[in-house]
């Protein structure tokens, strides 16, 4: 102990020494330094450094070289010496004397052991402190974290937060402890147990309780073993059955089909001896049969087979032979069938012929009157439409050479009388196959019934005056057709973009006349025949002026025009006419109408001119910056030279597209609508990065007028709810199930937090889902 | 103890031979319980919405002679929620045969959804993405409960079907009369009232009333369906049009100078002369806006429920005559003599659109409930549907042979169109589809030319004022069938007319709302925000939301020297130059791309012109 405390004197020594030393210092480190000293020397100290302020007692200190005044058997003084003292130094006036031999022996110890060291400083010790209470309150309170989670997550908080268990009894339970007391109640049950109905669990009547004993053991047992057998029997032919799908013999397989094929073709014998209508739906699959087949590519010579064999046909007399079959074969299915056993077959193939021959609309109307069959219907109608447009090409040099167009004119109707004849026959035939067959389709039936003779021969009527009419239609075109080049001529020169604009109408009308046509025959053969001629009479003049007007505008405007003008022709007779439908008065509207287009002209013009306007001022404006007579000679008439304006010229940045940018007879003011604007979110909210992620979110209303009350409601449930007159207590471990004493739970959590955090995420989508 | 029969033993036996396992034998009776409890289904859940159901309004306006049209079944492709056996067993042991809630078909949720999946967002936070997941989960949620609310609208439009080949058109309004049940005859009637001119007439929102204007100053206002008179009074003043407020009780009529309101007794209330010559009106309901067309070239519009005007546009086209409203966003448009057709809010001086329609003047327009298409008819005799949908291009074009002068959608899509004496109805596909222009699918002539034309809302009815004064016609399958009980209810008393009301002013709309697309409040104001942002930046020096510069992260175990790091730098550096040049060179190619399509389409436009050569070349 002694010696600690020397060595702490020493300690103190040394730091007065140094205080002495720097004497400017002395009064903050005096004051700092807490000394074991007491306070007289203290103050002594200081007044003595107080003294050494002025000048002169500063040198004098310093050159002081004998023993300190102060010394006490307390305080061992170096002062002056200038060197520090060892333990070593106080030793050695010890040896000599052994009467202090135990006191040698103790320093001798002490200067043995090592000195303790320093402790830590203050403010470190305490940053340790801190962070271990740091990490275990956040151990502590990461058990919490997925709690909070849920909450923050929650759609919806109701506090206080524990909820009392419901007491849900289940029925029976409730049942069973409840009586009959009113007399209503008595009433039913006694007229409950009259009737033996059940009252306690399971409610079933005596009745019910027989029929569960009503099958018997035997019973059960036969129906079991019936049903092993059948399903026995089953799984042996489905194993057969997979058995010989895998035979990769190609023999076995040719010879199965021809064995099928055979069978086939005497059972259909067979057939047609007992039940002919039968055997014709069957020839019917046949017949499709080698329909698909002809389709296929099976036997074209051109699959890896036959290609093989081909090589080998030079030196191997089998495979030639082989190629030979299939050529033959190949052969007899593209053959086209021309006499067949059966009408139907015939039909199909004058229709195929007739379609190769003329399309025309008398098709489709068969082909209407055919009904069921919309593949056929869709197929005919597009050959029309083909055809249709394979005649414009030939109507396109009609202008140049319109003596041709005529001729043809007056081919065509000669090929309709025929088409005409043909398709009158073919009903005929048709009517007297559904007679034959009864089971044919119930459309065909109606067909049957369409064509009592009666109707026939009005559709024949009909069918003479349409052809009549045809003809003068068309006559009526080609005389049309025959004035307008007159016209042109006066005008060459532009002429050569003249037939597309010409003829697309006229196509048009064409296809839509004869569609027209189709349906009259077909539907209403009473409406008047006028109707329709003064249309096309109106057509004809309406269309023709258009054409030379609009080749003299641009290209950009003719697309407008197109808008407005491609779509007039089709005209639509109403079913019921209007007002006074007299001739000369309707020639009067279409002089009109003709005035009314030529007018209308100038509107697109205007129209483009205001859309350009629009254009115009709606595009940012470029900021010209270069200041006239600016490093140049200036004055009246001098403009800035164009490589300067060019340098001050700030190009305004080019905004997005326009809307109306491709729709020509649109203009779409971009200007914006600041009212609106005022009432939309202008900041997008937290956690939010885009607007569009911010849009998604406030896509649904939540209004009751767009949803239903249910929905409403839960849409617009408040976030937190607190129970009236409840003491909300503050969370505890207990209440979301954690073992407030437990380690080992807490410990898994703060051995890895992350990973338990993420799970809980996951658990929370899992829950949000469902 | 008996064993109650167990749920879920209707399999079929399999057919697998390893199976050893032994089933118990089906028991004939397991079948029988499922059709006993068939019956007892309680009956669907009241909606508020549709609490109150019509007593037997259009069952029998459906037309007699023509069969049926075979519903579609509906697709139960929604699996069922749960499963979950032991909770569906009942007391006495039976089981649900529909067990979970009911299927609801996916086309008719989809008809609900409003968020639009095909746009693909940004890369988003986890925190964010759960915030879309509950956005969409909800949507998903509440679109399945309005479909399944859907089975509530038990009533079916009524329709016309000719017999195969029999052409509709020709069906004239006696047939049709003779075919239907006295209830729906009697709403076919004619008033003649010659005396007055040519009438305009208008009915209430709810279809209930009915109120029409002689141009000879005769206006009068009536329940239509009971035929009982509430008001009849002689303006001595020409009158141009009439239209109902927000509800029955007050009448707009725009005479020959002014502007009058009066109530349903016949008695002014109020005189606007700061509307004057006022050629047609509109009244658009949820804004409370009434919207006059002037002679002198102004669209005006009048609050009315605080007689405040709110916008007076000028629409520098001369004399308007022509005006109708899109029901979907409440934009007037306004028809012109120069062929256009010009779109109008209130909170904007210019047009919103203007589209060219016809060469000549338009001489009415017409849109359909959905807003999706709009009828007009020009002075060049057409008749033309258009696309609202942005395109704004035409789908159908028809010349009449006199022109439409009068056009009207009705609730579900039926175009009429009256010309001279004749209206001709069109019918399409369905309620969402445009009617198609081929056939016409009713006509009937008046006995006078058509002066004004408007479907009564609700109900299979068209109302037509003529010179000859005023026809009410059935149009089978023109009215919606389900009304909504609360919004506009043809029964309602006057009570719930008054609450109706109240509620209906507290939900009024902004007028400043209007714009073409109503679901604009749903968007965010993208320009005020870059804005917004661009300031924010200024005022910071720095763009927070900046991506920071790649900072590789230090690796332990010694792997982390210097070297090491600048070369992760550099490698990360040089992958985002490399998407960079990449990007810039994919819109490079674009361009080209683009240019070329413009080049080769330029060729043949040039290059398909004909020329008498062709034919040697083939």
Redo the contacts between chains.
């Keep these: 102990m002694t010696a600690n405390r020397l060595a702490e004197s020493l300690l103190a020594l040394s730091q007065q020494d140094e205080l002495v030393d720097l004497p400017k210092d002395c009064l903050l480190s005096g004051s700092e330094d807490e000394g074991d000293n007491d306070g007289e020397r203290e103050h002594q100290k200081l007044l003595e450094a107080i003294s050494s302020l002025d000048g002169k007692n500063r040198r004098k200190l310093a050159e002081r070289s004998e023993a300190s005044l102060k010394v006490s058997e307390f305080n061992v003084s170096s002062e002056g010496s200038g060197e520090k003292l060892v333990l070593a130094d106080l030793l050695e006036p010890v040896k000599t004397s052994s009467s202090l031999a135990t006191v040698k022996k103790q320093l001798n110890r002490v200067k043995s052991k090592k000195t303790v060291e320093l402790p830590l400083n203050k403010e470190e010790i305490e940053r340790i402190h801190r962070e271990v209470a740091f990490n275990k309150t956040a151990q502590v309170l990461s058990k919490w974290d997925p709690v909070v989670l849920k909450n923050r ?1 929650a759609e919806q908080l109701v506090f206080p937060l524990e909820k009392e268990e419901p007491a849900i009894a289940p ?2 339970h409730v049942l069973s402890g409840w009586k009959a007391r009113t007399p209503l109640e008595q009433e039913i049950f006694n007229l409950l147990h009259k009737n033996k109905q059940p009252v306690a ?4 009547t005596p009745v ?2 027989a ?2 004993q009503a ?1 018997s053991l035997e019973e ?1 047992k036969m ?2 073993a019936e ?1 092993q057998r ?3 029997l ?2 042996y032919y ?1 194993a057969k059955a997979r058995r010989e799908k895998k035979i990769k013999s190609k023999k076995y397989h040719k010879v199965v089909k021809k064995g099928k094929a055979k069978k086939a073709l005497k059972e259909f014998e067979q057939l047609q001896k007992v039940n002919p209508a039968a055997a014709l739906e069957e020839l019917e699959k046949i017949e499709k049969a080698r329909m698909m087949e002809r389709m296929s590519l099976k036997h074209q010579n051109s699959g890896k087979w036959a290609k093989s064999k081909a090589i080998m046909a030079k030196y191997d007399l089998e495979a030639r032979q082989a190629m030979q079959e299939q050529l033959a074969k190949n052969k007899e299915l593209t053959q086209k069938l021309q006499v067949a056993s059966e009408s139907e077959e015939e039909e199909g193939g004058t229709e195929e012929v007739e379609e190769l021959l003329v399309p025309d609309v008398v098709n489709e109307v068969q082909m209407n009157a055919d009904g069921p069959n919309p593949w056929m219907l869709r197929s005919c109608t597009s050959d029309t439409k083909e055809a249709a447009t394979q005649e414009d ?1 030939e109507q ?2 009609e202008p ?1 050479a319109h003596e041709v167009s005529e001729s043809e004119g007056e081919e065509r109707p000669v090929a309709e009388e025929e088409i005409l004849l043909r398709e009158f026959e073919e009903r005929r035939s048709l009517r007297k196959r559904s007679e034959l067959s009864q089971d044919a389709e119930p459309a065909r039936s109606q067909e049957t019934k369409d064509s009592s003779s009666q109707e026939v021969l009005s559709e024949l009527r009909v069918l003479a005056q349409k052809l009549k009419e045809n003809d003068q239609s068309r006559k009526q075109k080609a005389s049309s057709k025959g004035t307008i080049p007159q016209v042109q001529r006066e005008e060459p020169a532009p002429e ?2 003249e ?2 604009l010409l003829q697309r109408p006229e196509r048009v009308q064409t296809l839509e006349e004869l569609e027209e046509l189709g349906k009259e025959c ?3 053969k009473e409406l008047p025949r006028p109707v329709l001629e003064g249309q096309q009479s109106e057509r004809t003049p309406n269309n023709r002026p258009d054409a030379p007007k609009e080749k003299k505008k641009k ?1 950009q405007m003719i697309d ?1 025009q197109n ?3 491609t ?6 007779s ?6 006074e ?1 007299l001739e000369d008065e ?1 020639e009067r ?1 279409q002089r009109q ?1 003709i005035k ?2 030529f ?3 100038d ?2 013009r ?2 483009l001119k ?1 859309k350009r306007e629009a254009v115009e001022a709606s595009k940012p404006k470029d900021v010209d910056l270069t200041l006239p007579g600016w490093g140049e000679w200036g004055g009246v008439g001098l403009k800035p030279s164009a490589k300067k304006r060019r340098r001050f010229l700030i190009k305004a940045p080019e905004g997005p597209p326009r ?2 940018k491709n ?1 020509t ?5 971009e ?3 600041i ?10 909210p937290y ?15 939540i209004g009751s ?1 767009w ?5 409403f409601q ?2 617009t449930t408040p976030k937190v709810v607190t129970k009236p007159g409840h003491i909300i207590n503050p969370i505890k471990a207990e209440d979301v199930g954690y073992r407030s004493s437990s380690r080992s739970d807490l410990s898994v959590i703060q051995r890895n937090p992350k990973r338990i955090t993420t799970r809980h ?1 996951k658990q929370l ?1 899992k829950s ?2 469902d | 103890m008996e064993t109650a029969p167990k749920p879920g033993r209707d399999v079929p036996p399999k057919k697998d031979k390893l199976q050893t396992k032994r089933k118990k034998p089906r028991r004939y009776w397991e079948e029988e319980t499922v059709p006993t409890r068939d019956g007892a289904s309680p009956g669907p859940p009241c909606n508020k919405k549709n609490r109150e159901l019509r007593p037997q309004r259009r069952k029998n306006a459906h037309i007699l002679k023509k069969s049926r049209i075979s519903k579609k079944p509906q697709v139960p492709k929604k699996p069922r929620e749960w499963k979950n056996p032991e909770s569906q067993r009942s007391l006495s042991g039976a089981q649900d045969p529909f067990p979970g809630p009911a299927p609801v078909s996916v086309e008719v949720v989809q008809k609900f959804c409003r968020i639009d999946k095909s746009r693909k967002l940004p890369r988003s936070k986890a925190k964010t993405r759960s915030r879309l997941e509950v956005a969409e989960a909800e949507e998903e949620e509440t679109s399945i409960k309005a479909a399944r609310s859907e089975l509530l609208l038990a009533e079916e439009p009524g329709f016309l079907e000719g017999e195969d080949g029999e052409d509709t058109a020709k069906i004239c309004q006696a047939d049709i009369v003779e075919a239907v049940d006295i209830a729906s005859a009697a709403k076919h009637f004619d008033l003649n009232l010659r005396q007055f001119g040519p009438y305009r007439l208008n009915y209430s929102r709810t279809g209930r009333h009915l109120a029409f204007g002689g141009r000879r100053g005769h206006v009068a206002a009536l329940d239509w369906v009971t035929k009982k008179l509430m008001c009849e009074i002689n303006v001595m003043e020409a009158v141009r049009d009439i239209r109902f407020l927000h509800s029955e009780a007050l009448l707009a009529v725009a005479q020959n100078r002014w502007l009058h309101i009066y109530d349903n007794q016949g008695i002014e209330l109020h005189c606007i002369r700061r509307c004057d010559r006022v050629t047609r009106l509109e009244f658009l309901p949820f804004h409370f806006l009434l919207a006059t067309a002037s002679e002198t070239g102004f669209l005006t519009y009048l609050d009315v429920s605080v007689g405040k005007i709110v916008a007076a546009l000028n629409a520098r086209a001369g004399r308007l005559d022509v005006m109708s409203q899109n029901p979907y966003n409440a934009v007037i448009h306004l028809g012109h003599s120069n062929g256009t057709v010009s779109l109008w809010s209130p909170a904007m001086k210019e047009p919103l659109a203007k589209i060219l329609c016809h060469r000549g003047g338009v001489r009415a327009v017409a849109v359909d409930s959905t807003g999706t298409y709009m009828a007009t008819s020009g002075l060049d005799h057409q008749l033309k549907i258009f696309d609202l949908r942005g395109t704004y291009q035409p789908l159908s074009t028809r010349t009449l042979p006199h022109g439409a002068g009068h056009l009207a959608f009705s609730q579900r899509g039926l175009l009429v169109a009256g010309m001279g004496d004749v209206v001709n109805i069109w019918a399409g596909q369905g309620k969402a589809s445009p009617p198609s222009l081929e056939q016409p699918y009713l006509t009937h002539r008046l006995s006078g030319p058509v002066h004004g034309l408007q479907f009564c809302p609700f109900e299979d009815v068209l109302g037509v004022g003529h010179s000859g004064g005023i026809t009410s016609m059935l149009v089978p399958g023109a009215g919606e069938p389900n009304f909504d009980g609360l919004e506009s209810n043809p029964y309602r008393s006057r009570k719930q007319r008054q609450e109706w009301e109240v509620k209906a002013l507290l939900e009024k709309v902004p007028a400043e709302l209007i714009c073409l697309d109503p679901r604009a409040l749903a968007k965010v104001d993208v320009i005020s925000l870059e804005q917004g942002k661009k300031e924010r930046i200024e005022r910071l020096g720095y763009d927070p939301e900046a991506k920071s510069p790649f900072q590789p992260k230090p690796k332990q175990k010694g792997r982390s020297s210097t070297a090491s790091l600048v070369k992760r730098k550099r490698k990360v550096m040089d992958e985002e130059h490399r998407d960079k040049v990449r990007q810039s060179l994919q819109q490079q190619q674009q361009q080209q791309q683009q240019q070329q399509q413009h080049k080769e389409v330029k060729a043949k436009s040039t290059g398909a012109r004909p020329s008498a050569l062709d034919r040697f070349v083939h």
């Design positions: 997550q029925i029976e669990d399971p409610l079933l019910e309780k029929s569960l099958m059960a129906r079991r049903l059948a399903r026995a089953q799984s489905e090409p396109l040099p140049e050569e973009e037939p597309l077909f539907q209403n290209e407008l808008l407005l003008t779509q007039s022709p089709s005209v639509k109403l079913a019921v006419p209007t007002i439908e309707e509207n109408m009314e287009a007018a209308g002209d509107v697109i205007d129209f205001e809307k109306d729709l007879n649109v203009i779409i003011n200007k914006r609508n009212h609106t604007a005022a009432h939309q979110v202008r900041v997008l956690p939010f990065t885009h607007h569009w992620q911010f849009e998604r979110t406030i896509q649904t209303p007028t949803n239903t009350q249910r929905a839960k849409l995420k989508k949000s889902v």
